[in-house]
């Protein structure tokens, strides 16, 4: 199970714990210390993949043109879509937060909170990105195996030729 998964399915235990029959939180304050935890986790799971996610989403959009239709999942289009409008969103915000909070100092209430605004501003995509992610490893691997417009086609019998009798 992926980190983000984890993150996810503790939230969704916690949430499920801590919430009435309609969803209200019995402790506002609480249930908000721990949604801003879930986001700050969320953030950190998608850090390392950052530099890399647009390659990937690239690749996986090349391959899932070339593959044959009758190997293509029909939600993977949708899912690509899902992703790259997320991560267009998470540039975004990315932007914005590094503008703004070059004027705040770390450590102080005032960063905290505009970073806690920011994780939590980020959250929904970056949990499309945990919910929609495995796309673009199922799309590698039927890539993979797809057969290749490079590989020949397999050999035919030999004809064999006879020379003409006279």
Same mark, same amino acid.
């Given at each position: 199970?992926?980190?983000?998964?984890? @993150?996810?399915?503790?939230?969704?235990? /916690?949430?499920?714990? &801590? *919430?009435?029959?309609?969803?209200?939180?019995?402790?506002? !304050?609480? /249930?908000?210390?721990?949604?801003?935890?879930?986001?700050?986790?969320?953030?950190? +799971?998608?850090?390392?993949?950052?530099?890399?996610? =647009?390659?990937? %989403?690239?690749?996986?959009?090349?391959?899932?043109?070339?593959?044959?239709?009758?190997?293509?999942?029909?939600?993977?289009?949708?899912?690509? #879509?899902?992703? =790259?409008?997320?991560?267009?969103? !998470?540039?975004?915000?990315?932007?914005?937060?590094?503008?703004? $909070?070059?004027?705040?100092?770390?450590? *102080?209430?005032?960063?905290?909170?505009?970073?806690?605004?920011?994780?939590?501003? $980020?959250?929904?995509? %970056?949990?499309?990105?945990? $919910?929609?992610? &495995?796309?673009?490893?199922? @799309?590698?691997?039927? +890539?993979? #195996?797809?057969?290749?417009? %490079?590989?020949?086609?397999?050999?035919?019998?030999?004809?064999?030729? *006879?020379?003409?009798?006279?």
């Amino acid at each position: 199970m992926s980190e983000s998964a984890k @993150i996810l399915e503790a939230w969704d235990f /916690y949430s499920d714990e &801590h *919430t009435d029959l309609d969803g209200w939180p019995h402790d506002e !304050l609480a /249930y908000g210390l721990r949604a801003s935890q879930r986001d700050a986790d969320t953030m950190s +799971a998608f850090e390392p993949l950052q530099a890399g996610v =647009r390659h990937l %989403l690239a690749t996986a959009e090349v391959q899932l043109v070339r593959l044959p239709a009758n190997t293509a999942q029909s939600r993977w289009v949708y899912q690509l #879509g899902v992703l =790259r409008s997320a991560l267009d969103q !998470l540039d975004e915000l990315r932007d914005e937060w590094l503008e703004n $909070s070059s004027t705040l100092r770390p450590g *102080t209430a005032e960063f905290d909170n505009a970073l806690a605004l920011h994780q939590a501003e $980020s959250w929904s995509y %970056l949990d499309d990105w945990a $919910s929609h992610g &495995h796309a673009l490893r199922e @799309i590698n691997t039927a +890539a993979r #195996g797809a057969p290749s417009s %490079l590989t020949p086609a397999p050999a035919l019998a030999p004809v064999r030729r *006879t020379a003409a009798r006279k």
